[in-house]
């Protein structure tokens, strides 16, 4: 790892890590002059994990597969050629993804079946859209909705390498898409939000996003994250599952968003417990002025002194009425 590297954060983002934190700050600011090791995920649409493996290994690669029960993750050890990873063979075959370990836990916990239908309302650039189409076996249906169209052709161009059919590409605003679904009288069993956000989580592999942060950029995302969380729920079955995830710590978008849809449908979800193979946190129930739902405790934040890896936030809700 290089230990020169360095990140500076803005006063009033530390001021607020410091009161999210505690005791644990420094170490979050000690995990900041690492950068997170390498990571991939077997796309197993193309290949088994052990053939992977296996040319990996041949390769001179020395990997590691943290995880038993997900053995389709793994870490490269070996210190790399910068874009070594990206421009193998098997790569450009869509033999597997480049994703952070972190990333993979949203689908992870949403734990999307084969033949069911599932909504990915902000899928580029596929990461987790693969990856479920993966956990699907290409079959069911996934819609996968991208508002931008140059970030849509990077979600087609990464569907298309890693052999996805089961999956039709949208382009809409989430929340007028989800309207329309809703008129057609469309339900899914499972949706993905995985919300634009201020990126807070991923300083370490992004350290321009320390010189972008700024807290009204925080309340702007809030807004969207909730009018897109809002616009979901009329569109899951009852019985069916939410998982909505950010790549931040700021809890303006992450239990505040959740606090914010679980009173706006009394009654109708319910926050879910969830099993995740790294360490996490619970939800808070506390922030500044505002008390949120105790459920939202259920919620997991990952922080990268835990796990060497990125920050994250998840929570899984199922529509009960």
């Known amino acids: 790892m290089n230990k020169s590297y360095k990140i500076e954060l803005k006063e009033q983002f530390s001021e607020r890590m410091k009161t999210l934190l505690g005791k644990d700050f420094e170490k979050f600011m000690e995990s900041l002059k690492e950068k997170p090791f390498n990571s991939i995920r077997v796309n197993e649409l193309k290949i088994s994990i052990g053939e992977l493996k296996k040319r990996l290994e041949d390769k001179g690669w020395k990997i590691r597969q943290p995880f ?4 389709e993750i793994i870490i490269i050890e070996s210190q790399l050629e910068p874009g070594e990873i990206g421009r193998t063979l098997e790569h450009l075959l869509g033999y597997y993804y480049v994703q952070e370990i972190s990333s993979m836990l949203p689908v992870i916990a949403l734990n999307p079946r084969e033949n069911e239908k599932v909504l990915d309302l902000c899928a580029s650039p596929g990461s987790k859209t ?20 140059g970030r849509m052709k990077i979600l087609s161009s990464n569907m298309e390498r890693c052999g996805v059919t089961n999956a039709i590409i949208t382009r809409k605003d989430g929340a007028i898409l989800c309207d329309r679904l809703f008129e057609k009288g469309f339900e899914f069993d499972k949706i993905l939000l995985d919300a634009p956000c201020s990126g807070e ?3 370490r592999n992004n350290p321009k996003t320390a010189m972008m942060w700024n807290a009204g950029g925080i309340r702007k995302m809030s807004f969207i994250q909730k009018r897109l969380i809002s616009s979901v729920v009329k569109v899951l079955k009852v019985g069916g599952e939410i998982v909505y995830s950010t790549c931040t710590f700021a809890p303006e978008e992450d239990e505040e968003v959740i606090d914010f849809v679980l009173k706006k449908f009394p009654g109708q979800l319910k926050v879910e417990r969830v099993s995740l193979p790294l360490k996490t946190h619970e939800g808070i129930l506390k922030w500044e002025n505002k008390d949120y739902s105790d459920e939202i405790k259920y919620s997991c934040r990952v922080y990268p002194f ?3 890896t990125e920050g994250f936030f998840i929570t899984k809700m199922r529509k009960v009425k």
């Open 130 to 149: 693969t990856q479920i189409a993966s956990c699907m076996k290409n079959t069911g249906l996934i819609i996968a909705n991208e508002l931008s169209f």
């Open 306 to 308: 835990d796990n060497n």
């Open 68 to 71: 038993s029960d997900f053995p």
């Open 201 to 203: 989580g991923t300083l």
